[in-house]
């Protein structure tokens, strides 16, 4: 098949749209990404890459093609409007010409936000009149809500309207929730369109890298004690506000260790909240690091913790964090709604609080602790997650998809 992948996110970026591109170069398809010049989640081009920089190169037998892009910068409002608006339109005048001069047999489209990210798709799609797999993994206009603080009505109906049209222009919507079949479904009759796809663990956490000297001098300086650790996104969904308050609560409990791996917009907010509350021997950011070196830091944890706020929205959504902590084979504290706290108890790999319950989290901390079951919690996570997340398996049903619809076309 000749396949185009449409994706705002694409290697050297760290999403799942590299594994789909890649394995289906890899079963001998011909596979062409449009994405935009690298920038995610720095906020400047990646070294190497620009206006006149690998706009157009192949890896791993994968066709790529690099859109002018704003930079998000700081990933301020309005820079990051402009960011999003400036790829939707410039890609979609790119993929008019892709359209006229290339016959695709399939488009897919990786919905992380925005969801303007499905323009491209509709404009080639009506030259060549190709079926559109719109992979749904945020969901509008309740993400500009729940993460942008978005409620003026006016905008957040111009963005359901657009979301309607995609859906009604797409041949199947992929979810990478069950729950996202509520939103879904309120913008119209689609059911038929639906096919479960969810998230699978990155590589590394299957075969993780050596690492060099200077990287185990980090892992090395990690605080003794019972370690609760994050990694990823540090920013307003995960609900920091909440994390720190059940922090505050356990620092009398000098054993336990807060450790939060990563970087985002709330990140200054907690480090100004350890000097104030002097948690300064309770929690620990080290900063950012590569995702290459997250498996070594779960590998150092007791437990693993996720959070999410207390939005229709979070409790639909089963955050990619989730299978990378099950694939580690580590018991997992959560403070979050919905989909995602019944998945870890359907598991029974860790104990999930209800969002914003701060207490109740503190104190499952402390009585996981105590626990001396910490091993088998984490083995039956990592059954369910071999079971139902394996990129393998996942992958093969993508294939299956594609395949089975392409002959019934023929």
């Known amino acids: 098949m000749n396949i185009l992948i449409v994706t705002q996110y694409f290697y050297p970026e760290n999403f799942k749209s590299n594994d789909v591109a890649f394995e289906l170069a890899k079963q001998g398809n011909s596979v062409s990404v449009l994405t935009s010049i690298p920038d995610y989640p720095q906020g400047k081009f990646y070294d190497g890459y620009g206006i006149f920089k690998r706009r157009k190169e192949t890896l791993e037998g994968v066709k790529i093609y690099r859109t002018l892009v704003v930079p998000r910068g700081k990933a301020g409002g309005l820079r990051l409007a402009l960011n999003y608006l400036s790829w939707a339109f410039i890609a979609s005048v790119w993929a008019f010409f892709m359209g006229l001069f290339n016959k695709y047999d399939a488009i897919i489209v990786h919905e992380t936000s925005p969801v303007t990210q499905g323009f491209p798709a509709l404009v080639v799609k009506m030259i060549r009149r190709c079926p559109i797999y719109f992979w749904v993994l945020d969901l509008w206009p309740e993400s500009l809500q729940a993460a942008g603080g978005i ?19 797409s041949d199947k919507i992929l979810i990478s929730s069950r729950g996202f079949q509520t939103s879904i479904l309120e913008k119209g009759n ?12 990155e590589d590394v956490f299957a075969n993780p890298p050596e690492l060099s000297d200077e990287q185990k001098d980090v892992l090395e300086k990690l605080p003794e004690g019972f370690k609760v650790v994050f990694t990823g996104n540090i920013g307003e969904a995960q609900d920091f506000v909440h994390v720190m308050e059940a922090a505050k ?9 807060f450790i939060l791996i990563g970087d985002g917009r709330r990140r200054k907010w907690v480090l100004d909240y350890i000097q104030k509350n002097e948690l300064m021997e309770t929690v620990y950011c080290p900063g950012r ?10 590998s150092k944890a007791d437990v693993l913790f996720l959070a999410l706020k207390d939005d229709l929205i979070f409790s639909l959504t089963v955050p990619a964090k989730l299978q990378s902590y099950m694939a580690m084979g580590k018991p997992i504290v959560a403070m979050i709604n919905g989909e995602t706290q019944n998945i870890i108890n359907e598991a029974k790999c860790g104990i999930a609080v209800d969002a914003c319950d701060y207490k109740a989290f503190a104190e499952s901390i402390l009585k996981l602790s105590k626990r001396a079951d910490l091993n088998v919690m984490g083995e039956l996570g990592y059954e369910y997650y071999k079971k139902n997340f394996a990129k393998d398996s996942c992958l093969n049903k993508l294939k299956d998809l594609l395949y089975n619809e392409y002959a019934d076309r023929r």
């Open 289 to 298: 690091f590569p995702i290459g070196l997250m498996p070594a830091f779960c």
């Open 249 to 257: 609560l356990l620092r009398v409990n000098k054993d336990i260790k």
């Open 190 to 201: 689609y059911e038929d369109k639906l096919v479960y796809f969810p998230n699978w663990a």
């Open 151 to 169: 409620n003026n009505k006016y905008i957040l109906g111009f963005f359901s309207w657009i979301t309607k049209i995609m859906y009604k222009h």
